[in-house]
């Protein structure tokens, strides 16, 4: 039985993404599941809920400069993606309470995780998000 990991920055789960305009249109749920990497895990002292903001990763070239950052071959091989083209976008991100119910298994594996994307690349995930969202506004929040 697979065991939820604890959520940590670089951590690439697979999830059942909400793209903005699938929320626009009145959906509640992603249409897809995909790998997503964690870019904030924050313990709420309140409660002690783990509020985690995920990006999704794509095969679809970005439309808007600077909009996603390219994960490199080898990156890829590491966390077991395909081999075609992808990017992590950086123009928007889902907010939810740790582990919610778009948490997946990744398909034929018995785990919801792929991996950690190496902290040099990380950083420059991390760059290319806070340099667009620097508040950390204008994300779609889920419960």
């Known amino acids: 039985m697979a065991t939820i990991p604890t959520p940590e920055t670089g951590l690439v789960i697979a999830y059942a993404y909400l793209w903005r305009r699938e929320h626009q249109a009145g959906q ?4 897809k599941d995909r790998p997503s990497v964690i870019v904030l895990a924050v313990d709420r ?8 903001t995920v990006l999704p990763i794509t095969h679809s ?3 808007i ?9 080898p990156v890829k091989r590491h966390l077991g993606l395909d ?13 939810f309470l740790w ?3 778009d948490l997946r298994k990744v398909a034929r ?3 919801y995780d792929y991996g950690f994307v190496p902290p040099g690349f990380f950083n420059q995930i991390l760059k290319a ?4 969202h620097p508040t950390g506004k204008n994300l779609a929040t889920r419960d």
């Open 28 to 31: 509640d749920e992603g249409l």
């Open 45 to 52: 002292e309140a409660d002690g809920a783990t509020v985690v």
């Open 61 to 63: 070239a970005p439309t």
């Open 65 to 73: 400069p600077g909009g996603a950052v390219e994960i490199p071959a």
């Open 83 to 95: 081999d075609q083209r992808s990017w992590v976008v950086v123009t928007e991100g889902n907010e």
């Open 99 to 101: 582990p919610g119910y």
């Open 109 to 111: 594996k018995d785990r």
């Open 129 to 132: 998000f806070l340099a667009l």
